[in-house]
């Protein structure tokens, strides 16, 4: 077979296809090639570290509420104050479950976001939140702990924010 009947028949299957022949020279630019006919988008290291970044981020937060939330559950006399003293009069066993509750469900959505699930990085921005909030509210009881949680969640929602809905595919 000649050279250009090779070069037809490859111009052929790339229009069958929806993707053309890149020559050896220019493998490394795959994202410009392939960007022409649309078929695909390649995904960079850096897409897939920060999409590992805010998944790792936000299951150390939801490990950070747990260990918060089983304090206050098994070991009450741990906070500096009582229950009087917190910004809403509940006793520490409730805000436990709380905590509790939350480091699950950030736990998660770390999970499912490192999976590339959707419903993830609505969910743990959404935690994420829900906890700086909450961690708001308890730092009459615990205050360095608590700013470090507060901390971790405004890193953890910027860092879903921005690497957790790169698309991976162009149509």
């Known amino acids: ?40 988008r390649r995904e960079s290291g850096w897409d897939w ?56 469900v950030a736990l998660a959505a770390g999970m499912g976001l490192l999976a590339g699930q959707q419903w993830a990085r609505v969910a743990g921005i959404a935690m994420a939140s829900i906890s700086a909030i909450v961690s708001l509210a308890f730092i009459p009881a615990y205050p360095l702990w608590s700013l470090v949680v507060i901390a971790l969640d405004i890193v953890v929602i910027y860092a879903i924010a921005v690497h957790g809905g790169r698309e991976r595919t162009t149509a």
């Not at 070069?7 to 090639?33: F, I, K, L």
């Not at 939330?69 to 741990?78: E, Q, V």
């Open 1 to 40: 077979m000649s050279e250009t009947s090779q070069a037809r028949s490859r111009a052929e299957q790339a229009q069958e296809t929806g993707t053309e022949h890149v020559p050896p020279q220019t493998r490394g630019r795959v994202e410009e090639d392939y960007r022409q006919t649309g078929a695909y």
């Open 49 to 104: 570290g920060g999409i590992a970044f805010a998944s790792t981020l936000l299951m150390v937060a939801g490990a950070f509420n747990i260990i918060v939330g089983l304090t206050a559950i098994f070991n009450s006399g741990f906070y500096t104050v009582t229950e009087s003293g917190l910004v809403i009069n509940v006793d520490y066993n409730a805000w436990g479950w709380v905590h509790f509750g939350l480091g699950v």
